[in-house]
C-alpha cells in the first residue's frame, strides 16, 4: 500500500514540476524518483528471495523469476505440418527427410545418406590409423554411483 500511495505522490510531483519552472522542485522530484526506484527493486529483491527460499525445487523457481523478469515464454515449437511454397503438405514423419533434402540440394553435391549410414564404419576405421583400443569395463557399487549423483550440482 504504500508503495501505491508514493507512486501517486510522485505523478502529483511531475504535474508539479511539468507545470512549474522552479530547479528545486525539479531535484526534488528527480531525487524521490530514485529514491523510489531502489525502494520497488529492494521490495522485489525480496519477494522474490522469499520464494526461492521456500521454495521446494529452487533451480526450478529461479528460472520461472528469470523468465518472468526477462520476459521469455515458453513456446511449443512442435511443427505437426509444413507447407512447402507450391502447398505441398507434409505431416510429422516426412518433414525430416523433406529437410534433409531440402539442405543437401543447396550444397550443390549429391548426397546418398543411405550409403553413408551402410559405409559408417568403414569410414570411421579409415579415419584412425591403427585398431580401437579395447574398452575395459569396472564394476561399481550402488554407494559410488550414489557419491557421484549427490556430488552434481
Known sequence: MGIKTSCKHKREL????????????KD???????IL???????????????VETSENKMKT???ITRLLTGMRTKNDDVHQLNTHDNTNFDSQT???????????????NHNVSDKIDNSADYLNSTRNGPYPDMKYQYT??????KIISSLK
Open 14 to 25: 511531475y504535474c508539479l514540476y511539468k507545470n512549474s519552472n522552479d530547479p528545486l522542485l
Open 28 to 34: 526534488h522530484y528527480k531525487l524521490y524518483c530514485r
Open 37 to 51: 526506484s531502489n525502494v520497488i527493486r529492494e521490495v522485489k529483491n525480496r519477494y522474490f528471495n522469499k520464494q
Open 62 to 64: 529461479i528460472w520461472d
Open 95 to 109: 518433414i525430416p527427410n523433406f529437410q534433409n533434402n531440402y539442405f543437401l540440394s543447396i550444397t550443390g553435391k
Open 141 to 146: 557399487s550402488t554407494a559410488e554411483i550414489e
